[in-house]
């Protein structure tokens, strides 16, 4: 297990939220100065969330219908353009097509290719930690959809490979545990880890899979995270080690942190309609504190890289 505190002495190492944190939610249209910041997900908001002192990044990877695979938190065009907009989901859509759109609530956000990200990350990334982006396999979640029957995690792994930035150097993630199983078996090399959902009890993510484990929302729980550690060890390649959890911040408790620590795990917070309030910045401060005490590795993905930095 890799130590996570930044090398610049700061008590633990920080990824931005699609780059320089969240913009297209109705959330964050009184919380952040929207106007002024780059739209999520794009080239700009990862290159302004490097220059803001992130160790790393982290972006969501969405396939269109001709297999371009993008950086996009989803398919669903309402969420991400609020002025002209593609008529259907993206995924349904090719990548020409989408291109002739603008997201971000000032429709400023130029969408590029996920090959086009890796480049510019490979450029500027501080190489603080023994990953440099964490790339969320997103694809179809979120859309009411059944799973992904095609090439998508094929297709992604090959941008990886084709990258400047190595397999290893790549910490994979999904809500969806089949996504990163399958992940495992192409770039067995790559890291991985795990995201929990902010609710108590699981639930389906795709239209077709609902009764499948590894195919539902999992709450942060000790009867989940054996759930998950077991598929894992049953149906991953052999070698490739998922070695990072990732729960919602409310989620974390010094109890729960222990669930990790027992497992030999990291973990990689991230937050849901994240505002930084000086109480949110104490209970960061606190969790930071109780996972140092327990030797367990700790990195925040967040809205607000500034507040740490």
Request: charged share 20%; glycine share 8%; net charge negative.
């Amino acid at each position: 297990m890799v130590k996570t505190k930044n090398a610049a002495g700061h008590a633990f190492a920080v990824g931005g939220h699609r780059g320089l944190g969240c913009t297209d939610h109705d959330f964050y249209q009184s919380r952040r100065a929207i106007a002024g910041l780059p739209v999520e997900n794009t080239a700009e908001s990862v290159k302004a969330a490097f220059a803001a002192g992130a160790d790393y990044v982290e972006i969501d990877a969405v396939m269109s219908a001709d297999g371009e695979i993008f950086t996009l938190h989803n398919v669903v065009p309402a969420d991400h353009f609020f002025g002209a907009a593609p008529a259907g989901a993206l995924n349904t859509l090719p990548f020409a097509e989408i291109l002739k759109f603008k997201t971000g609530r000032h429709a400023h956000g130029r969408i590029a290719p996920l090959s086009e990200t890796l480049a510019l990350i490979a450029e500027v990334s501080p190489r603080t930690l023994p990953w440099d982006v964490n790339i969320e396999i997103k694809g179809v979640q979120g859309a009411g959809q059944p799973l992904e029957a095609n090439d998508f995690i094929k297709r992604i792994a090959a941008v990886v490979t084709a990258s400047p930035v190595p397999p290893a150097r790549v910490l994979f993630s999904s809500f969806a545990l089949h996504n990163i199983i399958a992940m495992s078996h192409i770039l067995p090399a790559a890291q991985y880890g795990m995201l929990f959902g902010e609710k108590a009890e699981a639930s389906p993510i795709y239209a077709d899979r609902r009764e499948d484990f590894t195919c539902r929302y999992q709450p942060y729980s000790l009867a989940a995270l054996e759930g998950v550690l077991a598929a894992w060890q049953d149906k991953a390649a052999k070698g490739a080690a998922l070695s990072y959890v990732h729960p919602e911040f409310v989620t974390l408790t010094p109890d729960s942190v222990m669930m990790a620590q027992a497992r030999g795990l990291g973990i990689n917070s991230w937050a849901l309609f994240e505002e930084m309030t000086p109480a949110r910045k104490a209970a960061y401060a606190k969790l930071a504190e109780v996972c140092e005490a327990e030797g367990v590795p700790l990195t925040v993905i967040t809205d607000y890289i500034d507040a740490f930095r």
